[in-house]
T-cell receptor, first 115, second 110 residues
Framework: EAQVTQNPRYLITVTGKKLTVTCSQN?????MSWYRQDPGLGLRQIYY???????DKGDVPEGYKVSRKEKRNFPLILESPSPNQTSLYFC??????????????FGPGTRLTVL | GQNIDQPTEMTATEGAIVQINCTYQ??????LFWYQQHAGEAPTFLSY??LDGLEEKGRFSSFLSRSKGYSYLLLKELQMKDSASYLC???????????WGAGTKLIIKP
């Protein structure tokens, strides 16, 4: 089944404790992206990747890192989480980064709480 | 600056028709998307417009006017399962990334 998977789905952690949220897609998509979603603010892009070894900052990259060492995986790393990073996180992928009708496919989301 | 506006919440009756508006002001334009998102779930794709006019897909239709920076999503024969948030997103011309509106929460009443 074609899908984007994220792990963990739920995480409660404490300030300063490094964590990684994994994202994997099995559709051979070139483009992958991370978003956070907060009430009243909609989806805001954190980082995106047009292809392997190519990553770029989105609108809210502070406090996050990513890597794209292989096409299928795009982990999101929080080196020192803070309470303002409490949010719902979505990973998404699409076949091509170029303009087209090609839709983005979203993972199920990771609900992160930082105490 | 970049800005996408949608109403925060709308209420409609089962079986009726509802129109959700989206206005945008972006530095460039390369397509507009509508997504549906049920509470606690991932967004799912509904429609894509890049040229002016109406795109119809079953009970859902989407309209675009590039000169007015305006789009709407039209939902017909509303069903209870249509209760969800509807997200409008514009693809920016400079880096091809999507700029998202905050979403419209649609409540369907029997």
């Amino acid at each position: 089944e074609a899908q984007v998977t994220q792990n963990p789905r739920y995480l409660i952690t404490v300030t300063g404790k490094k964590l990684t949220v994994t994202c994997s897609q099995n559709m051979n998509h070139e483009y992958m992206s991370w978003y956070r979603q907060d009430p009243g603010l909609g989806l805001r892009q954190i980082y995106y990747s047009m292809n392997v070894e190519v990553t770029d900052k989105g609108d809210v990259p502070e406090g996050y890192k990513v890597s794209r060492k292989e096409k299928r995986n795009f982990p999101l790393i929080l080196e020192s989480p803070s309470p303002n990073q409490t949010s719902l996180y979505f990973c998404a992928s699409s076949l091509s980064p170029q303009p087209s009708a090609d839709t983005q496919y979203f993972g199920p989301g990771t609900r992160l709480t930082v105490l | 600056g970049q800005n996408i506006d949608q109403p925060t919440e709308m209420t409609a009756t089962e079986g009726a028709i509802v129109q959700i508006n989206c206005t945008y002001q972006t530095s460039g334009f390369n397509g507009l998307f509508w997504y549906q998102q049920h509470a606690g779930e991932a967004p799912t794709f509904l429609s894509y417009n890049v040229l002016d006019g109406l795109e119809e897909k079953g009970r859902f239709s989407s309209f675009l006017s590039r000169s007015k920076g305006y789009s709407y999503l039209l939902l017909k024969e509303l069903q209870m399962k249509d209760s969800a948030s509807y997200l409008c997103a514009v693809r920016d011309n400079s880096n091809y990334q999507l700029i998202w509106g905050a979403g419209t929460k649609l409540i369907i009443k029997p």
